[in-house]
């Protein structure tokens, strides 16, 4: 129910305040939204993202390169994906964070863990302005991304196994794709061309790998700090976590 729900919420928020070392430092709007809200949301929200044009050049070179089919209809096919598999979204813009109604009890608790990570980053580290701050250059927005999603990863992890005194020495060898299940046989990925299933799932895998390995050279999660003040310049640093410690730039 309602309540249960904000309970809920209120309780994994200052869960994930303790295990992160970040602040609560304002009180989080949340509420639970319909499948159908939350697609029209995401439509929005792509809208207001994405300049069509652009879109349309990128859906060519894809084109050109063999990534994709002729005449592909990618945002058709990437709001299918996302409503299908949302459960719960933190909306930076409006500092809002949605869970979908249809969410099982069960699997609630992990959902709110991973988005609210992302609402306690964008308190401390302003996440819509640390995004724009390379507006205009695709490989560097993707490796932020990667940065978000992938510590978002990482945070529900740790908090899954808060009671077993892991740390992140133990994540070292941790696979992110367990928690994404078998995506190769998914039926909702199924006919998915490669290069779409690689753009939706590198920020989360990539980035976690990436989270695992730069948290843990910096003294655990209160180096997120490090991160998000000393971003990785490029995908190549999320890939290859050594050269983003090193500082080596593409």
Do not use: C
Request: without cysteine; aromatic residues 8%.
């Amino acid at each position: 129910s309602g309540t249960d729900f904000l309970k809920a919420a209120d309780e994994v928020l200052a869960e994930m305040s303790k295990l992160l070392s970040l602040p609560v430092r304002e009180p989080l709007k949340r509420s639970v939204r319909t499948k159908d809200e939350i697609r029209s949301y995401l439509v929005r929200n792509m809208r207001e993202k994405q300049d069509t044009a652009k879109i349309h050049a990128d859906v060519r070179v894809l084109e050109m390169l063999g990534l994709l089919p002729k005449d592909f209809p990618l945002e058709q096919t990437l709001l299918d994906l996302l409503t299908q598999q949302i459960a719960g979204v933190y909306d930076s813009k409006g500092r809002e964070f949605f869970i979908a109604a249809s969410t099982q009890p069960g699997e609630e608790r992990v959902i709110m863990a991973h988005e609210l990570t992302h609402a306690l980053e964008d308190q401390s580290f302003h996440i819509e302005q640390w995004s724009k701050a390379v507006k205009g250059n695709d490989d560097a927005q993707f490796a932020r991304d990667a940065v978000l999603e992938g510590s978002a990863m990482v945070a529900m992890v740790s908090y899954l196994m808060r009671d077993s005194g892991t740390g992140f020495r133990d994540l070292e060898n941790f696979d992110p794709a367990l928690l994404l299940g078998d995506v190769d046989n998914s039926p909702e990925l199924n006919g998915v061309p490669l290069v779409l299933k690689d753009q939706l799932l590198f920020p989360y895998l990539a980035g976690a790998t990436f989270s695992i390995k730069v948290l843990g050279a910096h003294g655990g999660w209160t180096g997120l700090r490090y991160i998000f003040e000393n971003p990785p310049a490029s995908t190549q640093q999320i890939m290859h976590p050594d050269l983003y410690l090193r500082g080596v730039l593409p």
